[in-house]
């Protein structure tokens, strides 16, 4: 599949699945079993300033950031009826946002140098083109703005539980590798009723962008909530996220 038919299929699932994933991995929260903002402060105080969501969803972070004072939102998806959704829940509680229906791969029309913060939960690594989407929201920021993006952690995917015939045998229980760290094609995978298209890209890919973007990064956060990590875990999902990160978190400044 070409760039185009991958972001067409995505584009899909989520017209037709949008209202499955109502409010979910939305600020406070970065990711499955992680850490929140709540524990890292990562945006500070927001009052006034200007920022734009990539891959916006439902609004519900784009609310988040309006409950606390910020002074201008906008929101970009590539699905319309994300965006249909974002309107209405944000309306509700008495709140507007400028949005984009666009994949993020394209230029926005957005004005550029003009964002405090450009950030995206669970989203960026839908971008079928990593560095010229970088490239892109370097060009939305001002001068040391900050770039904030979540997403699955490369291992989550390339590790899968395994477990001996005895369940009762808990020290048998392992992680195995069924795909390689390196392995950074593009693959599908059945969610719902429908099918997605993502590619699961190496720590160093996501960095060495970051950095030929213009960025700096001030911090990279890779810890599972501790709730899970001090709890007797009786699940095979919360007994991985106690020996692996799922998700993984930057922050950048634009140089």
Known sequence: ????????????????????????????????????EDDLHLFGDVSGKRLLEICCGSG?????????????????????????????????????AKFLCSPMEAEL?????????????????????LQGTFDKIASYLKKDG?????WHHTLHYCVAWSCEERRDLIEDDK??????????????MPVHDGEIVLCNRKISTYVNALAKAGFVIEQMVEQNDEAVMNAECTDDKSRKAKMLPISVCFKARKL
């Open 1 to 36: 599949m070409n760039d185009e038919q991958i972001i067409d299929k995505n584009k899909k699932y989520w017209n037709d699945h949008a209202d499955l994933w109502f409010g979910t991995t939305a600020l406070p929260q970065y990711g499955v079993r992680f850490v929140t």
């Open 60 to 96: 519900h972070s784009l609310k988040y950031h309006a409950d606390r004072n910020a002074g201008e939102l906008w929101g970009v998806d590539l699905s319309q009826k994300q965006l249909d959704n974002a309107k209405a829940y944000l309306a509700e509680n008495g709140y507007q």
């Open 109 to 129: 029309d957005v004005p550029k140098e003009y964002f405090d913060y450009v950030y995206s939960i669970y989203g960026i690594g839908w971008t079928t083109d």
């Open 146 to 150: 900050i770039f904030i993006f979540s």
């Open 175 to 188: 992680l195995v590798f069924h795909k390689s760290y390196f392995d950074e094609e593009y693959f599908k």
